[in-house]
Protein backbone atom coordinates (compact mmCIF):
# COMPACT_ATOMS: atom_id res chain seq x y z
CA UNK A 1 0.00 0.00 0.00
CA UNK A 2 2.66 2.41 0.95
CA UNK A 3 5.04 1.93 -1.90
CA UNK A 4 1.99 2.37 -4.65
CA UNK A 5 0.85 5.34 -2.63
CA UNK A 6 4.46 6.52 -2.81
CA UNK A 7 5.26 5.23 -6.44
CA UNK A 8 2.09 7.67 -7.44
CA UNK A 9 3.58 10.33 -5.54
CA UNK A 10 6.97 10.29 -7.51
CA UNK A 11 5.00 10.07 -10.75
CA UNK A 12 3.37 13.04 -9.74
CA UNK A 13 6.19 14.57 -9.00
CA UNK A 14 8.04 13.57 -12.38
CA UNK A 15 5.17 14.87 -14.40
CA UNK A 16 5.32 17.99 -12.76
CA UNK A 17 9.09 18.57 -13.58
CA UNK A 18 8.72 17.52 -16.85
CA UNK A 19 6.22 20.08 -17.05
CA UNK A 20 8.05 22.88 -15.89
CA UNK A 21 10.98 22.04 -16.87
CA UNK A 22 14.25 22.62 -14.64
CA UNK A 23 12.79 25.58 -13.58
CA UNK A 24 9.62 27.73 -13.33
CA UNK A 25 10.62 30.36 -16.20
CA UNK A 26 8.01 31.23 -18.56
CA UNK A 27 8.14 30.14 -22.43
CA UNK A 28 9.74 33.01 -23.71
CA UNK A 29 10.52 34.61 -27.31
CA UNK A 30 11.54 37.59 -28.12
CA UNK A 31 9.21 40.18 -30.18
CA UNK A 32 11.90 42.66 -30.67
CA UNK A 33 14.77 45.00 -29.94
CA UNK A 34 15.58 48.01 -29.83
CA UNK A 35 18.96 50.46 -29.63
CA UNK A 36 18.66 54.10 -28.83
CA UNK A 37 21.52 56.32 -28.90
CA UNK A 38 21.56 59.48 -26.23
CA UNK A 39 22.37 62.75 -27.52
CA UNK A 40 24.71 65.60 -26.10
CA UNK A 41 27.66 63.70 -25.91
CA UNK A 42 26.97 60.69 -24.12
CA UNK A 43 29.07 58.04 -24.85
CA UNK A 44 26.48 55.38 -23.49
CA UNK A 45 23.47 53.55 -26.07
CA UNK A 46 21.14 51.59 -24.58
CA UNK A 47 19.86 48.30 -25.63
CA UNK A 48 16.29 46.68 -24.49
CA UNK A 49 15.39 42.82 -25.75
CA UNK A 50 11.00 42.38 -25.26
CA UNK A 51 9.24 39.81 -25.68
CA UNK A 52 5.89 38.49 -26.03
CA UNK A 53 5.28 37.47 -22.48
CA UNK A 54 6.33 41.24 -21.82
CA UNK A 55 9.40 40.75 -19.87
CA UNK A 56 12.29 42.72 -21.12
CA UNK A 57 16.03 42.97 -20.50
CA UNK A 58 18.06 46.01 -20.96
CA UNK A 59 22.17 46.59 -22.16
CA UNK A 60 24.56 49.55 -22.83
CA UNK A 61 26.73 49.53 -25.98
CA UNK A 62 30.20 52.09 -25.30
CA UNK A 63 32.63 53.59 -27.45
CA UNK A 64 31.04 52.87 -30.65
CA UNK A 65 29.48 54.98 -33.86
CA UNK A 66 26.89 52.91 -35.59
CA UNK A 67 26.66 49.90 -33.35
CA UNK A 68 22.76 50.99 -32.48
CA UNK A 69 21.79 51.06 -35.99
CA UNK A 70 23.48 47.24 -36.50
CA UNK A 71 20.87 46.47 -33.31
CA UNK A 72 17.80 47.82 -35.08
CA UNK A 73 17.85 46.94 -39.00
CA UNK A 74 20.55 43.75 -38.31
CA UNK A 75 20.37 41.61 -35.17
CA UNK A 76 17.20 42.84 -33.54
CA UNK A 77 15.22 41.76 -36.79
CA UNK A 78 17.28 38.32 -36.96
CA UNK A 79 16.14 37.57 -33.30
CA UNK A 80 12.61 38.02 -33.20
CA UNK A 81 11.55 34.87 -32.62
CA UNK A 82 13.95 33.20 -30.95
CA UNK A 83 14.24 31.87 -26.84
CA UNK A 84 16.07 34.24 -25.31
CA UNK A 85 17.59 31.88 -23.04
CA UNK A 86 19.71 30.44 -25.43
CA UNK A 87 22.12 32.91 -25.42
CA UNK A 88 25.26 31.02 -26.47
CA UNK A 89 23.08 29.64 -29.63
CA UNK A 90 22.68 32.93 -30.11
CA UNK A 91 25.73 33.93 -29.63
CA UNK A 92 26.82 30.87 -32.35
CA UNK A 93 24.51 32.32 -34.90
CA UNK A 94 26.07 35.65 -34.47
CA UNK A 95 29.41 35.01 -34.78
CA UNK A 96 29.18 32.58 -37.54
CA UNK A 97 27.37 31.84 -40.65
CA UNK A 98 23.62 32.55 -40.27
CA UNK A 99 22.47 35.10 -42.54
CA UNK A 100 20.73 37.98 -40.53
CA UNK A 101 18.04 39.02 -43.05
CA UNK A 102 17.04 37.17 -46.08
CA UNK A 103 18.57 39.44 -49.39
CA UNK A 104 20.01 41.80 -46.35
CA UNK A 105 23.16 41.60 -44.45
CA UNK A 106 25.77 39.11 -45.21
CA UNK A 107 27.13 36.58 -42.95
CA UNK A 108 28.42 37.38 -39.47
CA UNK A 109 31.47 36.23 -40.54
CA UNK A 110 32.22 38.89 -42.76
CA UNK A 111 30.64 41.90 -40.49
CA UNK A 112 32.17 40.90 -37.42
CA UNK A 113 35.98 41.08 -37.85
CA UNK A 114 37.51 41.42 -34.42
CA UNK A 115 36.07 44.58 -33.35
CA UNK A 116 34.31 47.24 -34.39
CA UNK A 117 30.94 48.24 -33.90
CA UNK A 118 29.88 44.67 -35.16
CA UNK A 119 31.12 43.11 -31.71
CA UNK A 120 29.90 46.17 -30.05
CA UNK A 121 26.50 45.44 -30.89
CA UNK A 122 26.43 41.80 -29.89
CA UNK A 123 28.08 42.92 -26.72
CA UNK A 124 25.07 45.27 -25.94
CA UNK A 125 22.61 42.68 -27.23
CA UNK A 126 24.04 39.76 -25.15
CA UNK A 127 24.10 42.18 -21.86
CA UNK A 128 20.44 42.39 -22.42
CA UNK A 129 20.05 38.82 -23.00
CA UNK A 130 21.54 38.08 -19.45
CA UNK A 131 19.85 40.89 -18.09
CA UNK A 132 16.43 39.46 -19.24
CA UNK A 133 17.49 35.67 -18.22
CA UNK A 134 17.94 36.40 -15.09
CA UNK A 135 14.76 38.19 -14.60
CA UNK A 136 12.82 35.18 -15.94
CA UNK A 137 14.10 32.73 -13.36
CA UNK A 138 14.46 35.03 -11.10
CA UNK A 139 18.71 34.98 -10.00
CA UNK A 140 20.94 37.96 -10.21
CA UNK A 141 23.32 37.38 -12.99
CA UNK A 142 26.11 36.16 -11.47
CA UNK A 143 24.16 32.84 -10.52
CA UNK A 144 23.88 32.13 -14.13
CA UNK A 145 27.50 32.41 -14.66
CA UNK A 146 28.80 30.32 -12.03
CA UNK A 147 27.92 31.88 -8.61
CA UNK A 148 30.50 34.25 -6.85
CA UNK A 149 33.80 34.12 -5.28
CA UNK A 150 33.65 37.22 -3.51
CA UNK A 151 29.81 39.72 -2.64
CA UNK A 152 31.92 42.80 -3.08
CA UNK A 153 34.80 44.31 -5.52
CA UNK A 154 37.39 46.40 -5.18
CA UNK A 155 37.02 49.23 -7.55
CA UNK A 156 39.14 52.37 -8.94
CA UNK A 157 38.18 55.37 -9.93
CA UNK A 158 39.87 58.52 -12.01
CA UNK A 159 41.85 61.88 -10.90
CA UNK A 160 42.63 64.21 -12.76
CA UNK A 161 45.22 66.13 -10.45
CA UNK A 162 46.37 66.03 -7.10
CA UNK A 163 43.88 67.83 -5.31
CA UNK A 164 40.98 65.82 -6.84
CA UNK A 165 43.10 62.28 -5.80
CA UNK A 166 42.98 63.36 -2.26
CA UNK A 167 39.56 64.27 -2.12
CA UNK A 168 38.19 60.94 -3.70
CA UNK A 169 40.31 58.98 -0.84
CA UNK A 170 38.91 61.01 1.57
CA UNK A 171 35.07 60.83 0.45
CA UNK A 172 35.12 57.24 -1.06
CA UNK A 173 37.91 55.18 0.77
CA UNK A 174 38.73 53.38 -2.77
CA UNK A 175 41.50 51.34 -2.48
CA UNK A 176 43.15 52.88 -5.79
CA UNK A 177 42.95 55.58 -8.55
CA UNK A 178 43.75 56.12 -12.33
CA UNK A 179 45.36 59.14 -13.19
CA UNK A 180 46.05 60.29 -16.37
CA UNK A 181 48.13 62.60 -19.23
CA UNK A 182 44.80 63.83 -20.81
CA UNK A 183 42.35 63.87 -17.68
CA UNK A 184 42.49 67.46 -18.13
CA UNK A 185 43.71 69.82 -21.06
CA UNK A 186 47.26 68.69 -22.02
CA UNK A 187 48.77 71.56 -23.56
CA UNK A 188 51.37 71.70 -20.10
CA UNK A 189 53.20 68.90 -22.32
CA UNK A 190 52.30 69.03 -26.17
CA UNK A 191 53.31 71.89 -26.86
CA UNK A 192 57.03 71.32 -25.91
CA UNK A 193 57.71 68.49 -28.09
CA UNK A 194 59.54 68.02 -31.23
CA UNK A 195 55.62 68.25 -33.23
CA UNK A 196 53.91 70.89 -31.53
CA UNK A 197 50.25 69.78 -30.89
CA UNK A 198 50.98 65.97 -32.11
CA UNK A 199 48.43 63.89 -30.18
CA UNK A 200 49.70 60.42 -31.23
CA UNK A 201 52.47 58.49 -31.87
CA UNK A 202 54.33 60.67 -29.82
CA UNK A 203 58.01 60.30 -29.36
CA UNK A 204 58.36 62.53 -26.09
CA UNK A 205 61.78 64.82 -25.91
CA UNK A 206 63.67 65.20 -22.25
CA UNK A 207 61.36 68.37 -21.33
CA UNK A 208 58.18 66.30 -21.54
CA UNK A 209 59.32 63.34 -20.32
CA UNK A 210 60.20 65.80 -17.39
CA UNK A 211 56.51 66.60 -17.75
CA UNK A 212 55.12 63.20 -17.18
CA UNK A 213 56.95 62.49 -14.40
CA UNK A 214 56.36 65.70 -12.42
CA UNK A 215 52.78 65.18 -12.72
CA UNK A 216 52.86 61.71 -11.54
CA UNK A 217 55.16 62.58 -9.01
CA UNK A 218 52.50 65.60 -7.70
CA UNK A 219 49.86 62.93 -7.50
CA UNK A 220 52.41 60.43 -5.35
CA UNK A 221 53.12 63.22 -3.08
CA UNK A 222 49.50 64.09 -2.73
CA UNK A 223 48.31 60.26 -1.89
CA UNK A 224 51.29 59.52 0.24
CA UNK A 225 53.30 56.04 -0.89
CA UNK A 226 51.03 53.61 0.57
CA UNK A 227 48.29 54.29 -1.89
CA UNK A 228 47.81 52.71 -5.17
CA UNK A 229 47.65 54.67 -8.48
CA UNK A 230 47.93 53.62 -12.20
CA UNK A 231 48.98 55.86 -15.13
CA UNK A 232 46.28 55.61 -18.25
CA UNK A 233 48.64 56.92 -21.60
CA UNK A 234 45.91 56.04 -24.22
CA UNK A 235 48.28 54.20 -26.25
CA UNK A 236 49.56 57.49 -27.29
CA UNK A 237 53.53 56.67 -27.68
CA UNK A 238 56.11 54.85 -29.71
CA UNK A 239 57.68 51.85 -27.72
CA UNK A 240 60.87 53.92 -27.20
CA UNK A 241 59.15 56.63 -25.69
CA UNK A 242 56.98 54.08 -23.35
CA UNK A 243 60.18 52.44 -22.44
CA UNK A 244 61.69 55.88 -21.44
CA UNK A 245 58.85 56.88 -19.64
CA UNK A 246 58.35 53.33 -17.87
CA UNK A 247 61.78 53.69 -16.45
CA UNK A 248 61.31 57.00 -14.99
CA UNK A 249 58.28 56.37 -13.24
CA UNK A 250 59.37 53.10 -11.72
CA UNK A 251 60.56 54.74 -8.32
CA UNK A 252 56.97 55.49 -8.16
CA UNK A 253 55.94 52.11 -7.73
CA UNK A 254 52.05 52.50 -10.13
CA UNK A 255 50.13 49.17 -10.24
CA UNK A 256 49.92 49.60 -13.64
CA UNK A 257 50.89 51.95 -17.17
CA UNK A 258 47.89 51.19 -19.29
CA UNK A 259 48.42 51.22 -23.01
CA UNK A 260 51.41 52.82 -23.34
CA UNK A 261 51.28 52.36 -26.95
CA UNK A 262 48.63 51.02 -29.08
CA UNK A 263 47.56 47.32 -29.01
CA UNK A 264 47.96 46.86 -32.35
CA UNK A 265 51.63 44.99 -32.49
CA UNK A 266 51.91 42.17 -29.40
CA UNK A 267 55.10 41.72 -30.26
CA UNK A 268 56.38 46.06 -29.22
CA UNK A 269 54.05 45.45 -26.25
CA UNK A 270 56.37 42.52 -25.15
CA UNK A 271 59.23 45.01 -25.96
CA UNK A 272 57.75 47.28 -23.68
CA UNK A 273 56.89 45.04 -20.71
CA UNK A 274 60.18 43.41 -20.73
CA UNK A 275 62.43 46.80 -20.65
CA UNK A 276 60.34 47.70 -16.89
CA UNK A 277 59.40 46.98 -13.52
CA UNK A 278 56.44 48.56 -13.91
CA UNK A 279 53.49 46.10 -15.11
CA UNK A 280 52.10 46.84 -18.18
CA UNK A 281 47.86 46.52 -19.30
CA UNK A 282 45.78 47.28 -21.96
CA UNK A 283 42.69 45.35 -23.17
CA UNK A 284 39.87 47.69 -23.96
CA UNK A 285 40.96 48.14 -27.22
CA UNK A 286 41.43 44.14 -27.79
CA UNK A 287 38.46 42.09 -29.13
CA UNK A 288 37.23 38.31 -27.99
CA UNK A 289 39.27 35.73 -26.56
CA UNK A 290 41.00 35.35 -30.08
CA UNK A 291 42.42 38.83 -29.76
CA UNK A 292 43.45 38.50 -25.95
CA UNK A 293 44.88 34.91 -26.70
CA UNK A 294 48.30 36.23 -28.44
CA UNK A 295 48.91 38.85 -25.41
CA UNK A 296 48.20 35.66 -23.48
CA UNK A 297 50.66 33.22 -25.06
CA UNK A 298 53.85 35.53 -25.31
CA UNK A 299 52.98 37.17 -21.94
CA UNK A 300 52.66 40.64 -23.32
CA UNK A 301 50.65 42.03 -20.53
CA UNK A 302 50.88 42.15 -16.77
CA UNK A 303 46.82 43.04 -16.30
CA UNK A 304 44.42 42.44 -18.95
CA UNK A 305 41.29 44.83 -19.21
CA UNK A 306 38.95 43.63 -21.27
CA UNK A 307 35.77 45.57 -21.32
CA UNK A 308 32.07 43.70 -21.37
CA UNK A 309 30.48 45.93 -23.88
CA UNK A 310 33.10 46.00 -26.34
CA UNK A 311 34.68 42.31 -26.61
CA UNK A 312 31.64 40.63 -27.11
CA UNK A 313 29.67 40.69 -24.06
CA UNK A 314 29.53 39.01 -20.43
CA UNK A 315 30.28 35.71 -21.11
CA UNK A 316 32.99 35.96 -23.91
CA UNK A 317 34.88 38.38 -21.16
CA UNK A 318 34.52 35.61 -18.10
CA UNK A 319 36.16 33.35 -21.28
CA UNK A 320 38.97 35.77 -21.55
CA UNK A 321 39.41 36.03 -17.57
CA UNK A 322 39.45 32.13 -17.56
CA UNK A 323 42.28 32.20 -20.48
CA UNK A 324 44.28 34.68 -18.07
CA UNK A 325 43.74 32.66 -15.19
CA UNK A 326 45.74 29.97 -16.62
CA UNK A 327 48.66 32.18 -17.25
CA UNK A 328 48.42 33.70 -14.07
CA UNK A 329 47.48 37.06 -15.18
CA UNK A 330 45.27 39.48 -13.36
CA UNK A 331 41.74 41.12 -14.85
CA UNK A 332 40.62 44.47 -13.97
CA UNK A 333 38.11 44.95 -16.68
CA UNK A 334 37.78 48.53 -18.38
CA UNK A 335 34.45 49.95 -18.16
CA UNK A 336 33.23 53.81 -18.88
CA UNK A 337 29.65 52.93 -18.35
CA UNK A 338 26.28 54.05 -16.54
CA UNK A 339 25.96 52.41 -13.32
CA UNK A 340 23.66 49.66 -15.50
CA UNK A 341 27.38 48.70 -17.62
CA UNK A 342 29.00 49.17 -14.62
CA UNK A 343 26.81 46.61 -12.85
CA UNK A 344 26.92 44.02 -15.61
CA UNK A 345 30.98 44.07 -15.26
CA UNK A 346 30.83 43.51 -11.39
CA UNK A 347 28.47 40.34 -12.04
CA UNK A 348 31.08 38.72 -14.06
CA UNK A 349 34.28 40.11 -11.66
CA UNK A 350 32.14 38.72 -8.77
CA UNK A 351 32.69 34.93 -10.96
CA UNK A 352 35.92 35.54 -11.29
CA UNK A 353 38.87 34.11 -9.61
CA UNK A 354 42.02 36.45 -10.71
CA UNK A 355 39.68 39.23 -10.67
CA UNK A 356 41.96 42.90 -9.86
CA UNK A 357 40.40 46.14 -9.89
CA UNK A 358 37.15 46.84 -11.56
CA UNK A 359 36.43 50.38 -12.94
CA UNK A 360 34.29 52.93 -12.27
CA UNK A 361 34.69 56.00 -14.69
CA UNK A 362 31.62 57.61 -13.45
CA UNK A 363 31.00 57.07 -10.49
CA UNK A 364 30.91 60.74 -9.62
CA UNK A 365 29.38 62.25 -12.59
CA UNK A 366 25.74 63.15 -12.17
CA UNK A 367 25.39 63.08 -15.65
CA UNK A 368 25.65 59.55 -16.14
CA UNK A 369 24.76 58.51 -12.55
CA UNK A 370 21.36 60.22 -13.27
CA UNK A 371 20.54 57.96 -16.29
CA UNK A 372 19.96 55.12 -13.46
CA UNK A 373 18.79 54.06 -9.95
CA UNK A 374 21.06 55.05 -7.40
CA UNK A 375 24.52 52.58 -7.12
CA UNK A 376 26.72 53.48 -4.58
CA UNK A 377 30.21 52.12 -2.96
CA UNK A 378 30.02 50.93 0.60
CA UNK A 379 31.70 52.80 3.43
CA UNK A 380 34.72 51.11 2.52
CA UNK A 381 35.35 52.20 -0.82
CA UNK A 382 33.74 48.46 -2.25
CA UNK A 383 31.05 47.71 -4.51
CA UNK A 384 28.28 45.43 -3.52
CA UNK A 385 27.37 43.00 -6.38
CA UNK A 386 23.40 42.98 -6.94
CA UNK A 387 21.63 40.14 -5.46
CA UNK A 388 18.46 40.99 -7.10
CA UNK A 389 16.79 39.21 -10.42
CA UNK A 390 19.42 39.93 -13.98
CA UNK A 391 21.59 42.79 -13.59
CA UNK A 392 19.79 44.64 -10.57
CA UNK A 393 19.92 48.16 -11.97
CA UNK A 394 17.11 50.11 -13.14
CA UNK A 395 17.14 52.75 -15.70
CA UNK A 396 15.50 55.72 -15.14
CA UNK A 397 13.26 55.92 -17.51
CA UNK A 398 12.15 59.70 -17.90
CA UNK A 399 15.32 60.92 -17.88
CA UNK A 400 16.79 58.42 -20.44
CA UNK A 401 13.47 59.20 -22.79
CA UNK A 402 14.38 63.12 -21.90
CA UNK A 403 18.15 62.23 -23.26
CA UNK A 404 17.39 59.77 -26.13
CA UNK A 405 18.27 61.57 -29.67
CA UNK A 406 15.13 62.25 -31.40
CA UNK A 407 16.11 60.23 -34.50
CA UNK A 408 15.44 57.19 -32.03
CA UNK A 409 11.71 56.13 -30.69
CA UNK A 410 12.60 55.56 -26.70
CA UNK A 411 12.64 52.16 -24.93
Known amino acids: MFLGQAAMAYGAFLLHARAQGTSHAPALTIREIRAVRLRDGFNSRFIRVYTDQGLTG???????????????????????????????????????W???????????????????????????????????????????????????????????????????AASLIAKTKVKA????????????????????????????????????????????????????????????YDVETAIQ????????????????????DVDAMVRVRNATRLPIAAGENIYSRYGFRPFLEKEALSVI?????????????????????????????????????TMAAAHVAATTPNLMLLEFTHYVDPSYTS???PVSLDGEGFLQVRTTAGIGVALDEDVLKERTDSEFHPL
Open 177 to 236: LKIGVDYSPDAWTLKKGWDPDKLWGLHLNTVQLDDVVNFVASIREAVGPRYDLALECHAR
Open 371 to 373: LTE
Open 58 to 96: TGEMLDTVGAEYIVNHNIGPSLAGRDPLDIEGILFDLWG
Open 305 to 341: QPDVSKTGGLLETRKIAAMAEVYSIPIAPHGVASPLG
Open 98 to 164: KHLSVGGSPSPLFMRGMGGPYLTAISGVEMALWDLAGKALNVPVYQLLGGRVRNRLPVYLHAANPAE
Open 245 to 264: LCRLLEPFRLIWVEEPIPSD
